[in-house]
């Protein structure tokens, strides 16, 4: 019975090896960021493979960056300007929708696909490690491309409405920012919690209907009165729409308490985001 022998040393070996047990981290400053930066070329790949994806066998191709926006604007002018006259601090209507639907559109975009983005990769998170919050971060930051497309019209509409950028507009890389980490803050909430309960994607697209009309997109934030406006800008994208106009077009004064208060209510949202994400993910495998 040699062999039954060695198999018997073998086993007794085994039994006195050092056995190493990996767990998730526990606690609530146990965040482990500097695993995005690691896995930074993961990121790049996710982010330009849902570029290229998005535009595979369309016929106009990147020109969908153009067409939402655009025709938002037109049917924003032509039912709120002109049939409902709402003011737009005497600055072109056209001009005034269009610059607010910028960044509304890239904070819509992020939200919808980050949102979903968890339950669309479920393959590639049951299979192999990797943070997952580079998912719905590759989502989010992936509608800077269309973003950069749209601008573009934006420049040529105010070229023709013979408006010169001012100098504010060197600011427009931070309102950028503060609107994809605003988009990130509330796609990881909605991603964890998508992963649990599919009724939340459902559901996204009704949230974004809505909260676009609660956003000083269509009017001014000088359409409401001064004791409403601190409670208005708890909504984050507030402070982004009203700064982002500010920027481009140099309108006025804007109002920095309204941009301060969006500012600390996203950074509250994309802390717990974080921190609710963090702790959901060890289960994400299992449910999705």
């Given amino acids: 019975m040699p062999v039954l022998e060695a198999e018997l040393d073998q086993t007794h070996e085994a039994a006195h090896l050092p056995v190493t047990v990996i767990k998730p981290p526990r606690g ?10 690691d896995y930074r070329e993961l990121l790049y790949f996710l982010i ?12 106009i191709g990147a020109g969908w960056a153009i067409v939402q926006p655009l025709v938002t604007m037109v049917v924003f002018t032509l039912v709120f300007k002109n049939i409902g006259n709402v003011q737009s601090d ?14 509304w559109t890239l904070f819509a ?11 669309s990769q479920s393959n590639l998170i049951s299979k192999v490690y990797f943070p997952r919050m580079i998912i719905p971060l590759s989502a989010t930051l992936a509608g800077i491309v269309d973003f950069a497309i749209a601008f573009l019209i934006l420049l040529c509409m105010m070229f023709w409405y013979g408006i010169v950028p ?30 649990r309960y ?23 934030v000088s359409a409401l009165s001064e004791k409403w406006r601190v409670l208005y800008s708890l909504n984050p994208l507030v402070g982004v729409i009203e700064g ?24 509250g ?19 999705i």
Avoid: C
């Avoid at 290229?52 to 016929?59: A, N, P």
């Avoid at 939200?111 to 983005?117: E, F, I, V």
């Avoid at 909430?189 to 992963?195: E, G, I, S």
């Avoid at 982002?244 to 950074?267: E, H, K, Y």
């Fill in 28 to 37: 609530w400053i146990a965040l482990d960021l500097k695993a995005l930066w």
């Fill in 48 to 59: 330009w493979r849902d570029v290229k994806v998005k535009y595979k066998q369309t016929i």
């Fill in 90 to 103: 005497n600055i072109p209507y056209p001009i005034f929708a269009y610059t607010a639907l910028l960044p």
């Fill in 109 to 119: 975009a992020g939200l919808n696909r980050s949102t979903m983005s968890l339950v």
């Fill in 166 to 195: 001012r100098p504010a507009v060197v600011s427009v890389p931070l309102f950028i920012t503060i609107d994809l980490i605003a988009a990130l803050a509330v796609g990881l909430w909605l991603a964890a919690l998508n992963v």
């Fill in 198 to 220: 599919r009724d939340v994607g459902q559901a996204i697209p009704f949230l974004v209907q809505i909260w676009m009309f609660a956003s000083p997109v269509a009017y001014p």
């Fill in 244 to 267: 982002f106009r500010w920027a481009i077009l140099g309108n006025g004064t804007p109002d920095f308490w309204v941009i301060a208060v969006s500012a600390i209510t996203m950074t």
């Fill in 269 to 287: 949202l994309l802390f717990t985001g974080i921190v609710y994400f963090k702790r959901t993910e060890r289960t994400f495998a299992d449910l």
